[in-house]
């Protein structure tokens, strides 16, 4: 890998910090960019779940006041997200290449998607979690299962793609907990590092990963996700967002078209 593309693949592992903190979609900037290098589809897509691992690492470091007095919480779903993030892994190793290319951008789509309506899924979820917060205690519970099945879920999408699945995770957890945005997030990122680790562990051993891409795009990563939220919070929120949102639906269409092609 020359000079050139190792310097695309840190810039894009920064730009990925910086986009999973404002919205949750660090793979629309990681995921083109191993494709630019010269990267196949399957080779590109497992590189660039072991090189997120620094995103979670990055995360948590910056998250240790949120995560206080959550370890049971966490424990519980990390191990659901990362029984999910096997089942992903095994259905990605599973597939083949062309099913793959061909499923790829309407993941792309639905990431994007998600970021567009992003603000009215929160306001749905925190609508349900303050009904959640009059219920009985037996009321919650009984919604402790769905709440379960679907934490493994969105745990098998991170493991077999994982664009928007920081989103997908966003809004399950915070519609089963009432408490402050910020502690939400920083729970959502420890489970969503939980099923992509484990995806990322099967990819080490099992997996064509591109070593030298993967490194240099999780020296970006780590940088990106580190100072992340003190970048996000001078810039305007909304409109990154959506300019995220809308690239990513182009690139959605010009994946599918290569794939049909």
């Known amino acids: 890998m020359d000079a050139a593309s190792t310097g695309l693949l840190l810039l894009a592992g920064i730009a990925s910090g910086l986009a999973g903190s404002v919205a949750g979609l660090a793979s629309l900037f990681s995921y083109p960019a191993l494709l630019a290098v010269g990267l196949p589809p399957i080779v590109a897509n497992v590189t660039n779940t072991v090189a997120m691992f620094s995103t979670t690492v990055g995360a948590a470091a910056g998250s240790r006041a949120e995560l206080r007095g959550q370890r049971m919480r966490v424990a ?68 402790s299962l769905p709440l379960a099945a679907t934490v493994v879920l969105v745990g098998l999408y991170g493991g077999y793609f994982g664009a928007a699945a920081g989103v997908l995770m966003l ?79 182009g690139l959605a269409l010009h994946l599918w078209l290569s794939a049909v092609s």
């Open 76 to 143: 519980k779903l990390v191990v659901l997200a990362a029984v999910g993030g096997s089942l992903g892994a095994w259905l990605l190793l599973s597939t083949p290449a062309s099913a793959f290319e061909l499923v790829v951008p309407w993941l792309i789509a639905l990431g994007s998607v998600l970021l567009l309506v992003r603000d009215p899924l929160r306001r749905v979820a925190d609508r349900r979690a303050a009904a959640a917060s009059v219920s009985a205690a037996a009321g919650r519970a009984r919604g």
């Open 171 to 249: 809004a399950v957890l915070a519609a089963s907990a009432t408490e402050p945005l910020p502690v939400t997030n920083a729970v959502k990122n420890i489970a969503t590092g939980a099923a992509n680790i484990t995806a990322a562990v099967a990819y080490a051993f099992l997996a064509p990963v591109h070593w030298p891409a993967a490194g240099a795009l999780a020296v970006g990563c780590l940088a990106g996700s580190w100072v992340g939220p003190a970048v996000v919070r001078r810039l305007p929120e909304k409109p990154l967002r959506f300019a995220i949102a809308l690239a990513g639906l």
